[in-house]
């Protein structure tokens, strides 16, 4: 699984700027594809779940089930200042919980928006986890 | 001892493992190439059997009851594609092996992965999946009818032969079928046939990955979505393998072989990389219209001996 890692990529009200970055990844420059990593259109067919961006009221739910329509085993990726702490979100009316309160986390990659390069240094992290050395 | 044998040829060799390893190799050249345009590095070349091996060990959800089509449509389709690339791979191998009619039946083994990805896309009752399964029935519609006619082009070429192995033998004794100007017409429609068989781009509408989010497969997961990528990647192997028996099987050494099935597949790929996907129904049109007129004329020159 460590080579074979597809990507869903699921919005939580994001400003867009993690998003952009994340497809930056896939770009001539970084290339994941490179380490099997490719993003997919259905959630049945992920290995991990990238969340971008502040839980939002409507979106709760939305990821709740986004989560369980998953097929185990699958991990997920915080993206960004937003999804890993709320960034000046956090005491918005509209943010009733943090990402981690939804879903266990598995790899927090901060930044606002991070660098691609960030965003590797992560999926290595990620991968180091899966083969149990962290 | 028959019956081991011909075990022997669907499991192992020109069947399914054979099949299954050149798929996902030319699966990775697919890969590799499309990379290579996009500058970028691309995937090792053993990226698809990691992947085969990864979703054999999810977890498989089963939605609605309908469980059994849903879980038995992927098996049908690979059983299928196997069996057309085993009798494929026998003509090669023996031209006398086979039955008069064989052609005909390649054109239904063809069929059925298709018809398996719609089964299984409708039992999974899912909405995306169901505009998936409608948009790969009008495609089938397509894209049979100039198949059929450049199949009759090599039937009529090789004096009504009907069995794989004569057409290779007519094509031995008289030079390919490619070298005359029908042949060469109807391989053009070939591979774009073959296009539309596999799935690729311009005719990947049934499972457009940005709009209906992979329609048909959307539900699948886990073994059976392994199974349907098999059943791709032996396509994958046996249309252009099928394309090389019916116009080029002039000289039948093995390297000339792979030459010539890297070439038509990067062909393929190259048709794949440079055009934007086509709506259903421009599909359809663009099959039943120019594709299907210039197959017919094909036909109309090889009544005429050219």
Known sequence: ?134 | MNLLLHIFFYLIFPGFVFAALAGLISGWIDRKVTARIQWRVGPPWYQNFVDIAKLMGKEVVVPGERSTVFLCAPLLGLCAAVLAATAIGLAFISPDAGFVGDVIVMVYLLLIPAVAVMIGASASRNPLASIGAAREMKLVMGYELPFILILLVIIVRSDGALRLGEIISYQASGGSNITSFSGILAFAVGILCTQAKLGFIPFDAAEAEQEIMGGTMIEYSGAPLALFKLTRAVMLYTMPVFLILLFWAGSLNTFALVGKYVLILVIIVLIKNTNPRLRADQALKFFWGPVSLVALFALVLALAGL
């Open chain 1, 1 to 134: 699984m460590t080579r074979s890692l597809w990507v869903f990529h699921a919005a939580l009200s994001p400003c867009n700027n993690c998003d952009i970055e994340i497809l930056d990844l896939l770009t001539p420059r970084h290339d994941v594809e490179r380490f099997g990593i490719t993003l997919i259109g259905s959630i049945r067919h992920a290995d991990v779940l990238l969340a971008s961006g502040v839980p939002t009221t409507k979106t709760v739910t939305r990821f709740k089930e986004l989560y369980e329509q998953t097929t185990q085993p699958c991990l997920v990726a915080a993206i960004g200042s937003c999804a890993g702490g709320g960034n000046m979100f956090r005491d918005s009316y509209n943010s009733p919980c943090s990402l981690d309160d939804l879903v266990p986390v598995d790899v927090y990659i901060p930044g606002c928006p991070p660098k691609p390069e960030a965003m590797i240094a992560g999926v290595v992290k990620l991968i180091e986890k899966l083969k149990g050395n962290v």
